[in-house]
């Protein structure tokens, strides 16, 4: 598929944060053999926008955020970050992971400090900083506490805390709340979106909740079973800012639907190729199983 | 049935007396500890202890009797000094001088052959597990010469080096190295990739993550190496002292024996056993703060 025609600003003072991602294609070498991991993605993120990566999983998500993160080299194809090719990890990436990625024997306010102090910035200001990012993931009081005293919902605050202290051109997150309980989930979902909405950070965040993606995101990349292409592209425009309650709207489910159908489309492959694992709807994290199952009921009653 | 013993009231009451502490604990879960409880946990402590000393004096009297009466039964205790006479002679060595110069001598061997081996142990750890070219070049050796006892090394040493002291050293720092590259390797391999990604992608140099991820992850690591290598370094330096030492305290004990002061022996080994003990707890002791973060976890 070709990169998403759209106008790009290049006036880069304002509106850094722009990714491209040209024909990527990334292989991991197992042993003797080789796997692919994806095959030639192609996706253009603009500055400020906040975009969503569902797949199943092992379909490549992880693979995807790692070419754009700079930890993996593709085999074809390059990664632009404002015109940058990437070519290794760098600050100007922030990057959440899904869990025990913090620093175990630094404290919240020392692995907030972290990206800080690798860019040799003065104590009194690292701490002024990170003590006002600890206060706007809500974590005030909790400064010194170690990360293993932490909910896994107050860890993942304090990742993504530690990924804005660089003041990052793009948030790269990988299913940073699916090992939260439902609720923290939801609370996590709407505090990422006050955050993005207060610093305007480009976020590609990986997931394969849907419905997580919906009320997140203003497009959603859907990827195939691995080796990851781009199924398709959906653009979500729920009005901003959202709330939970925008999940029950009728809206919300059209755009459920449009996702189901592409994800139908997506388990219809020819037989013997690699299917989808579970993707998962709703906070509740309620299975959503045997795609080739409902793909046939689907064609049955329609 | 359970087979882990470890409440000495159990093995008497039998195991219908003993569940008194897993009782205590339910009870005070629910904030209702009642004195009765309190009183026979209390109790159930002192009486561990008592069977313990118990358990002491027993083997100090059948010791003594064993040695006094001459008893040979197959194992000789004939020339076995007795308790009495060992507690004489280790009340003469603590006051005399010559005994702690043995005792300061075979300190400081042990603890600068320790702090070399500490240091080049973690660092050539570090560099086998980070570092590919490195660990090409060296894994070998360290697989080829790990199985061989450092005392083995104690003729060939004896051949090698200019001085006894320095071979002495030699053997000590071989004893604690290999621990010490080991567990560090080990420590510094198994660092989660993701700390790795997560401070490359904050911006920390190669540098920073070393002293920053891989070092602190392989901390736990490094300890244990310390602590098992203080343990063989006095193991090593007390053979090599035995063997080529004219002074220190493997030799005090060696030398008791060729000039029957048999009593004395005893005193050596004991002074062995509370040497070594004491410089592992300082190890321990050194390393804890560093360490605290991984307690809880
Ligand atoms: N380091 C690696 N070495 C070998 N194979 C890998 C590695 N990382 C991922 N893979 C494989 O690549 C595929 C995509 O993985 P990943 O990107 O983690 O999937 P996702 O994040 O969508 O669940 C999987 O089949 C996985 O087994
Ligand atoms: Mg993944």
Known sequence: MEPQPRMISRDAKLERGNVSIRNVSLRFNVGGSSILALSHVSLEVLPGEFVCVVGPSGCGKSTLLGAVAGFMKPVEGEVLVDGEPVRGPGADRGMVFQQHALFPWKSVLANVEFGLRMAGVSGKRRKMVSMRLVEMVGLTGFEHSMPSQLSGGMQQRVGIARALANNPAVLLMDEPFGSLDALTRVKMQELLL????????????????????????????????????????????????????????????????????????????????????????????????????????????? | MRTDYTNPLELILGPSQATERPALHKQSRSFRIRFSDVRKYVAGKIAGYLISGAAIVAFLWIWNTLSTDKVDFGLDFANVPSAQSVAKHMLHA????????????????????????????????????????????????????????????????????????????????LGAVFPIILNTYQGASEVPSQLLRAARSLGASRISVLWHVIIPSALPNIATGLSVGMGIAWFSLLTAEMIGGQNGIGNYTWESYQLIKYPDIIVGMISIGILSTVSTAVINWMCKPLLRWSNHR
């Open chain 2, 94 to 173: 603590a006051a005399s001088k010559a005994f702690y110069v043995n005792v300061l001598i075979s300190l400081k061997r042990v603890w600068l052959a320790f702090a070399s081996a500490a240091l080049l142990g973690s660092l050539l750890g570090l560099a086998l597990a980070r570092i590919s070219i490195i660990k090409r070049i060296f894994m070998p050796f360290v697989e080829i010469f790990r199985p061989i006892p450092a005392i083995a090394w104690i003729p060939l040493a004896i051949l090698m080096f200019p001085t006894t002291e320095s071979s002495i050293l030699f053997i000590v720092f």
């Open chain 1, 194 to 302: 006050n955050l993005w909405q207060e610093l305007r950070t480009t976020v590609i965040f990986v997931t394969h909740d849907v419905e997580e993606a919906i009320f997140l995101a203003d497009r959603i990349v859907m990827l195939t079973a691995r080796p990851a292409t781009q199924k398709g592209i959906i653009d979500i425009s729920l009005p901003r800012p959202r709330m939970k309650e925008v999940v029950t709207s009728h809206r919300f489910n059209e755009y459920k639907g449009k996702c189901l159908e592409m994800l139908h489309a997506e388990s219809a492959r020819p037989i013997g190729a690699p299917s989808p694992d579970t993707l998962t709807f709703g906070v509740g994290g309620v299975a959503w199983q045997a795609p080739e199952k409902q793909a046939s009921q689907h064609a049955a009653s329609g």
